[in-house]
């Protein structure tokens, strides 16, 4: 338990009048529509429970509506949760007081957001030293800080610039910037580049890996983009309609879908650059070689390709020294060339 | 109108012609409805004029008029024992009159025993430019310089001053209250729902309605004056400032949240500064509101430029009233340009981060100046006294009154043919036909006009407000006071489509009309009153006229918007068809832009009405009369202050009329 940096218990988020008495009754296994029909309630967030273990960037995806801005709002009570349990480095979020709220957005919890919410009456320095003013710190120091965080985002030079005079892509940096200067614990991403264009998307997203490995926070990062959620993400969480469809890593959502909507989802993903041999191995039988060339149990198929291929014999997948299974060409080739048909 | 009933042009695409379908035939009806009401009325005022008419006589009194007048008397004798009256409408009245008296001897009023204010004239010009220079910049600074040597020479120094006082002292109480009460608003729901609707009660009454009551518990002097100032131009700021904080960027509230502000941080660090602009925008609005107002509070002994208006009206001394108007049109423009010069300069300043430091130096050498300028005046005469010369206000005075005399002299014949024919061929007709029927059929007729043009909410309170009427005793001085309204309003309507419709469809009209129109908005509504006196003298013609002139810019303005608004391909589609300019604007742009018309006249109506309520200063008679009377003669104050209340009952029966007539049309 304790080494989760945040784990979620039947969450529920209802919006609407009487929104509290839905959870529990029969009302609430209905599906969204009905429910609105019947209660007038939107059912945001429907009994999902997840744990982030320290360090991972954990991603969350659905289509649009599927409820994942409020479940990321729920979690620093942003939102008010209808019910269910939060914990954040093993203290339970929704027992707070107003006070220790705060005192957990100050300092453990930052959020970058779809659409910055920068000040647009301040500079570039006073944004990002927002969340430091705001907890009391004095001008020099937060000014000081605030530079050091401008430089990890590559924005130096731009300290005095109004968010207005900045691209896209800078200002969002600045929305970076400034939740990484108040130093948090937990990072919360909702959608931070879908408002940006695909290249500069691109740089963002290797700044947010750049900076994961620099600074290793636990990340929660939203995303309705599929390819930006395997990119970044060491786990997946699918939502629809407010539920949790599947969690799992990117080759096991890529391998075993849980449902349609999912398959449907991952259909276009290019399945050598994501799916791992232990995803496409089997248990030898009696005749096969076992002395093709040992590999890992988590190397993408794309990577493994070359080598297993040019080898006669059935490539032995190992965990550590744990001997788990082989891969002939066979499976390779029905990665790479059934995503060749499909494209 | 005959527009919406016409069949529909093949040329205009489907859409819009199905729409103008239903309106015709649903607008049909009405006619009809509205046709058969007015025949009635017609028929049972033949039958049944003259009788129970309620009319009273001049100089006659109700017991609900002794009463009143009995209350004013009791408030009187319980001033000094009442505890609320002492220490609560005292209290604020003795503060008001010691505020406004110390800033008079400050800069306006010898105070005693020196000749002169505290700070004279040259004193002053350095004050106010250098407060002008910081908020609103080096251009509204040298407005603010050639006004306050306009006021100087027009020979109204001191009471453009005191205007200046009334009124800046009512806006900083507008502002001090407001923007905590927007602040209020702007989060909570609930108190949202309680207070917008005393702020549109507030914004429907004409001037003329917070007069007297206010009278009767502030007495009259300069506490009054302020107290109905700052009542009158209340809600702009708060609804403006309101607003503005309610829509600062949701992300960025919600950002700052996310860090762990408090709600106080977020109000100092996101919300106010992000919405300065906006509540700045109310500020100009509740200024411009509070100069009209304290002009007009002059009849309550309020101080100011609007002393002499008002004693020049009632002398019909066209010349004096000309130079104290001009007096007050120096400013509304002035107060206007610079607050809205101010609302834009505030992020601009902060902006330009290089020449921060000029500015400041620039504000250091101002401060001194100023500071010199007012040591000058503290010590020298000739720095303290406002110089003889130039003299601008006797020739022009000298010239506009032989002006008016010539113009009123040669033209006698002509004027007094219009308003004649006006007289008796429109506006006599239709008063005898709204105040000669018996009460009680004009009353029923009322009631079913508003329940066609605008529904059954639009009856209960049109009967609400008929009962109010009633019980003032009033019944027969509302009903003139309404025909001259209505037939205003008819000729504004006019107006504001003619010119509309024209500068809606050229755009250099529009460039070159609007502005003019934007001048015209600003400028208080007495000040409206003193042209059409130099050409009409006293009568209901003239009260009439201002009154257009007065609505004519806001209606004129909504209908070029609308204008403007109809889509372009329609109007493309219906000439490419082979319409005539004429047919296009017939059956295409004004019944689209209907939504705007209706809008137009409904603020039109509004705005004729809170003039003509005035008007009663010129020979408009009716209700606004008998508020001036009520300050005139002491026993008649019981009657002015029932009028006051009919004219509130009128005009929230005109703007409830006008305004479920809107969303009704706005449903079609
Ligand atoms: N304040 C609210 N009141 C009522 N319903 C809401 C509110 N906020 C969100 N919803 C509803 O909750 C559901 C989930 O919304 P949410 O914004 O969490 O979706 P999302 O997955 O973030 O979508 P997107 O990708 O468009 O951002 C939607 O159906 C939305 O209409
Ligand atoms: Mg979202």
Known sequence: MSDHALSVRELWKIFGARADRVVGTADADLPRSELKERTGCVAAVKDVSFDVDKGEVFVVMGLSGSGKSTLVRCLTRLIEPTAGE???????????????LRELRRHHVAMVFQHFG??????????????????????????????????????????????????????????????????????????????????????????VIRLHSEVGKTMVFITHDLSEALKLGDRILIMRDGELVQVGSPAEIVAQPADDYVRDFVSEVPRSHVLTLRWVMRDPLPDDSLEGPVMP??????????????SEHPVRVHDGDMFLGIVDDDAILRVVVAEEGAA | MTTTASPPTRTVSPPPAQQRRGLGLRSFGRRGALAVVVVAWLGLWTALRGRATLEIGGAELTGFHEWLDRQRDSLAAQRDTNW???????????????????????????????????????????????????????????????????????????????????????????????????????????????????????????????????????????????????????????????????????????????????????????????AKRTIVVGVNQTTMAALSMATIAALINGPGLGQPVAQALQSLDVGAAV?????????????????????????????????????????????????????????????????????????????????????????????????????????????SVLADSPWFVSATALLAIAGIIAGRRAVVSTAICELVILGTGLWNEAMNTLTTTLVAAAFTMLIAIVVGVWMGRGRLVDTVVRPLLDTLQTLPPFVYLVPFVALFAASRFTAIVAAVAFAAPVAIKLVADGIRGVSPTTVEAARSAGSSSWQTITKV?????????????????????????????????????????????????GKGLAAGIAITALAVMLDRIARYAVTRTGRT
């Open chain 1, 86 to 100: 939060i914990v954040i480095d093993g203290e339970d979020v929704r027992s707070m007081s107003t006070a220790r």
């Open chain 1, 118 to 207: 920068l000040l647009p009456h301040r500079t570039v320095v006073d944004n990002v030293a927002y969340g430091l003013e705001i907890r009391g710190l004095g001008k020099a120091e937060r000014h000081a800080k605030a530079a050091e965080y401008i430089d990890l985002v590559g924005l130096t030079g731009n300290e005095h610039s109004y968010p207005d005079q900045l691209s896209g892509g800078m200002q969002q940096r600045v929305g970076l910037a400034r939740a990484l200067a108040v130093n948090p614990t937990v990072m919360l991403f909702d959608e931070p580049f879908s408002a940006l264009d695909p290249l500069i998307r691109r740089d963002m997203q290797n700044e």
């Open chain 1, 297 to 310: 149990a988590d190397r993408v198929v794309r990577d493994a390709a070359r080598e297993a291929l040019d």
């Open chain 2, 84 to 274: 609320l009256l002492q220490y609560g409408v005292g209290g604020i009245s003795d503060g008001l009159n010691a505020t406004v008296d110390f800033l008079r001897e400050l800069i306006s009023e010898p105070a005693f025993p020196r000749p002169f204010p505290e700070i004279g004239y040259l004193g002053v010009i350095g004050v106010f430019c250098l407060i002008a220079y910081a908020v609103a910049g080096l251009r509204s600074m040298l407005l603010v310089l050639v006004s306050l040597l306009a006021f100087g020479a027009l020979g109204y120094w001191e009471l453009s001053l005191d205007l200046l006082i009334v009124t800046l002292v009512a806006v900083t109480i507008c502002v001090l209250i407001g923007l905590p009460l927007a602040i209020v608003m702007a989060r909570s729901r609930k108190v949202d729902a309680v207070v917008t609707p005393a702020l549109d009660l507030l914004q429907t009454l004409p001037s003329f309605a917070y007069l007297a009551p206010l009278a009767l518990f502030f007495g009259i002097g300069p506490a009054a004056a302020v107290v109905t100032t700052a009542l009158y131009a209340f809600p702009p700021v708060v609804r403006v400032a309101a607003h503005g904080i309610r829509h600062v960027a949701p992300t960025t509230v919600e950002a700052s949240r996310s860090l762990g502000s408090t709600p106080w941080q977020q109000l100092r660090t996101v919300q106010l500064p992000m």
């Open chain 2, 323 to 431: 130079v104290a108007s001009l007096g007050i049109v120096i400013m509304a423009v002035m107060l206007d340009r610079v607050t809205t010069a101010a609302s834009v300069r505030g992020e601009l300043a902060t902006r330009r981060g290089d020449s921060a430091r000029l500015r400041r130096t620039a504000l250091a050498v101002g401060v001194v100046s100023a500071g010199y300028l007012v040591y000058l005046s503290r010590t020298f005469s000739w720095a303290a006294d406002v110089p003889e010369s130039p003299d601008l206000g006797t020739p022009i005075a000298d010239a506009t009154s032989d002006a008016s005399d010539w113009f009123i002299d040669t033209f006698r014949d002509s004027t007094q043919a219009l308003k004649d024919g006006f007289s008796y061929g429109l506006l006599n007709p239709l008063q």
């Open chain 2, 589 to 637: 742009q004004l019944p689209m832009a209907r939504g705007s018309v209706v809008l137009a006249a409904n603020q039109g109506l509004l705005y004729v009405f809170s003039m003509v309520v005035i008007g009663g200063l010129v020979g408009g008679g009716g209700l606004g009369y008998l508020v001036v009377l009520g300050f005139r003669q002491a026993e008649l104050f």
